[in-house]
Every structure is written in structure tokens, then in C-alpha cells.
């Protein structure tokens, strides 16, 4: 697709890929999955550990210490995100999953080389729904003391950064970077974060650094560095550029804009990040694509060649979207001629909510139980249910919308998230474990 006017098409990667390592400040080793989101999804975080949701905003930051840490759903926080948001944002980025075990992104090296890598080897993939920028029209200004930034309008973005540490060579530096094709993976990548020799004792005291060693970031002393030599000659306003780039995106949306900071930090990017959203924030969005009917991926004929569900308990009409083992979307329609409404209650027709979940298990059940064939040899079994919730009652006319995710799939056991939307509102969730055996199995055991 072309870009029309301001707009670009929207970016995912090819396939997920995933890193792990321990966090610079807690220390905890975490494992990250970075997956493909279809068109419109944005930059979403997870904490896998927690089945916890954690939205991309910078309302959401909750501490600049050292850092910027995000919270979500049940408290659930996640420390250190810069970096790789940075590299996100580097590669204009605009849909992505983030599932991460732990309460902080891995370190690594202390640049964002090995997250650009992940997304080089996963592979850049254009979507076939336009995105567009989030412009700002008019300069506005933030003094914080000796802290200035400030954004004005650009025809795309660029960053100019300027710091200034007591330190030999350190006194005054000044970075001018162009976000365009190739510039971040060359000009700030490699730049790593840094801390100076006199603040480790007090940064240890704090509970900080717990993960740190020289071999993750750069150690700056009086005489020198004690870990260089620098990758770059200004590697220090290198890196506080990244950093800005990463907590720019806490918008979650391309920025027009030239950004000019002085002796800033994370605190006040996310300030400027605040009042760039709440000025600038109520833009139009891409014009809605025509509307279209949604035509089945999988009719009823097919759905039987999978599930082994007949009436009056298959609970499926429609798969509209199906990536096998990944994720699945599939409507039921709801009548008064369903059984269960006449004990379900008379008088007051109430779909039971286990079958909902019934349904739902049965939607996830078809991407987990297709084959390359459109068909399945196996039967699975319902063996656990976590974090259901029931919103909304379904009544007799409602069409119901199914959204399942596999979460995990080992061998012969499989845990999936669903969500069941009644006219685009959540009715019910849930967390499904199910057991799958082959049905030529399950005969010869009986």
C-alpha cells in the first residue's frame, strides 16, 4: 500500500523471536516473546507470569527511577521498557506483542543491538491498513530549572539532544538524529547506557544495579572510562537519544515533530510525552476502510470436519479468521429455538455462562485441533478454567463474537485466553486448559 498524504502502512514483523537475560536493576533473569499483531492492534505489553495486561501510554508509567516502568492490569509492572522501545521505534514499528515472565526487560549489552537483530532476523512486514502520524501543529515548551524540552512542528521526526556531566569530555554534547531508513540501527543502537563511578554505592543502596556488571554498561570515573573504550566519541548523548526515542514511544504512534531537549532525563520525556498527547492527541485517525461483509473462513460443514460436536452442543456457526495453533475468531449466533432456553430460565432466556465458555473452548479448539488438511484425528477435553469473568448476559438474538489466543500449546496439553464481545462489549472471559488425545486413541483404550 501506498502512503497517502501523512499516512504510511502500518508495520509488524514476519515471525516472533525471542531473548532473555537478566534486568539491570532487580536482577531477575526474564524471557521475552516478541510476536505479530494483525493491522490496528498497536505495541501491547503482557506479563505472561501474571496474565496480566499492560497498556503502552505514558499514563501508564508509574516510575522514572533509573528507568521507565509501565503498570497494568493487577498491579503488574514492568521496569527497563526504553530500550526496546526505542528499537521499536527506530524501525517504525506499529503492531506488536510483548510477553515477558518477569518484571523487567533484559539488559543484554546495555544498547538495543540485540533487539534490532531480533527484529532483522524476524523480518519487517507491511500491513494493508494506512496509520498516521501524530503531528504536532505548534511549538510548545517545558522547564523543569535547568531542564528545557521542547516540540514544534516537522514533516516527519527528528531529535536534538544536548547533556552536559562534569566530567572530561563529557561537559557539553550535542546530537542531532533524523528518524529515516537505517539511522538508528547505525547512529544510536550501539550506544549503551552508562553510569558513573561514584554513584555505585549509592545506586547498590537504593536496591538499583542488581543485574549490572561492566559487561552491560558503561562505567565513567574521573580519569576516564573504566570499561571503554567508547564505542562512539559521543556515545553519552548517543544513548540519552535512544532513550528519548523509547519513551517517545510511549504514544503508541508515529510523532511528527522535532524534539529538542536539554539535560533531560526519563521523568521529563514522559512529561513532554503527557502534554504532546493531551494538545495533539485528538487527531484524526486513518479513514476507516470501506465496510465489508465478513464472509466465513470456515462454513458449518467445515467446522464439523474438525470438531466432533453435533446438536445440540456444537456451539459454532462461523470461523472468521483462523491461524492454526496461533489464534482464532469464530461467531455463534444466538436464537430462541436454542435447547437450554427452556430451563434457562422461562420467562427470562439467559444463555448459561458455562456455555459460553463451552463455545469459546470450542472456537480455540478449532485452531488447535486443525490440521493441514482442514481436518482433525483428535477429541479434546475441557480440564481447567482461570479468570472467568461474566460481563454481560447473552439473550436470544445476540450474535456472539469469539476471540481466542493460544497461549501455550505442549504436546498433548494447551492453555488459551478467550474473550466473548456481544455487540463489540466483553460478555465473558476466560483462561481455558484443555487435553487433546487422538480419537483413534481414546477408542482403543474403551
Known sequence: MKPNGDFRPQKTIGRPFSFEGPGLHTGKR????VSPLPAGSGIQFFRTDLRARIPLSPDQVTSTARGTTLSGEKNAMIHTVEHFLAAVHGFEIDNLKIEMDSEEMPILDGSAVSFCQGFQK???????????PLRVTEPIELRFGDVYLRAEPAEGLFLEVATSFPYPGLE???????????SFERDLAPARTFCFEEEIEQLRKQGLIKGGGLDCALVIGKKGVVNGPFRFEDEIVRHKTLDLLGDLMLLNRPLWAKITVKKAGHRYHVELAKAILKKFGGQASPPAPAPRKEEPMLDILEIQKILPHRYPFLLVDRILELEPNKRVVGIKNVTANEPFFQGHFPGHPVMPGVLVIEAMAQVGGVALLVNKDGKSGKIMYLAGIDDARFRKPVMPGDQVRFEVEILTQREKVAKVRGKAFVDGKVAVEAVITCFMVDISEEKKEK
Not at 122 to 132: F, R, T, Y
Request: charged fraction near 25%; hydrophobic fraction near 35%.
Open 122 to 132: 524476524a523480518g519487517l512486514v507491511l500491513q494493508d491498513e494506512p496509520v498516521a
Open 30 to 33: 526474564c524471557h521475552v516473546t
Open 172 to 182: 557539553n554534547q550535542r546530537r542531532t538524529f533524523r528518524l529515516e531508513e537505517g
